[in-house]
């Protein structure tokens, strides 16, 4: 009878040590599970790494949505010259091209130099042949361009011959940044107005040399500054 007992005692005492360790082996995989996978070299890697990464790359992309945003760019809805038409259009455009061609001669007049100087230079030559360029689209259309300044230009012209030295220079380089934006600005919103497939074409030929006008004379505009 004893010995009966006993070997009833001794199964009970196994089998409480087998649940024990069962137990213990399932405590060691939860807390396996909890500690998160690792990588082939064993480490795991910190969500802080994943949340500094996409900061990063967020900084990086606003950055550059800065940096295009600075860039000078016509906008159809800002100010422009009259357009109503092709033939209003073609006489603001030959305005403009007059605008600047006289503004520069007389700065040149006055003796500008360095980068004014430069400036001036091109948007005589810029300006005369774009000039050339409407003529024959505008003699096909019936419209006769004008060869002098329109009246806001006029008006100025004679302040702007008082100034010399530095307060002219950087008068002429703030009205170029002036006068470009608004060409620009004329050029993108006809160019969605006209069926003129000429006049189309002479727009796309001419915006890019005024863009590249208008960040010339922001750029010396802002050294004057």
Known sequence: MQDTLFLFTMKRLT???FAASLLALGACSTTDTKTGDTSATGSTVPEASATDSASMTAGTAATNTGAMASADA???SGPTAPHADDAEF???AAHSDQNEIQLSKMALAKGVSGEA???ADKMIADHTKSTAALKPIAANANVTLPTDMDAEHKAMAPAMQKLSGKEFETKYLAQMVTDHQKTANTLAAHKTMTKNAALSGW???TLPVVVEHLNMSHKDSNMKM
């Open 15 to 17: 089998l409480s040590l």
């Open 117 to 119: 100087k430069a400036l």
């Open 203 to 205: 727009i796309d030929t």
């Open 74 to 76: 016509p906008d159809p």
């Open 90 to 92: 073609m006489k603001s």
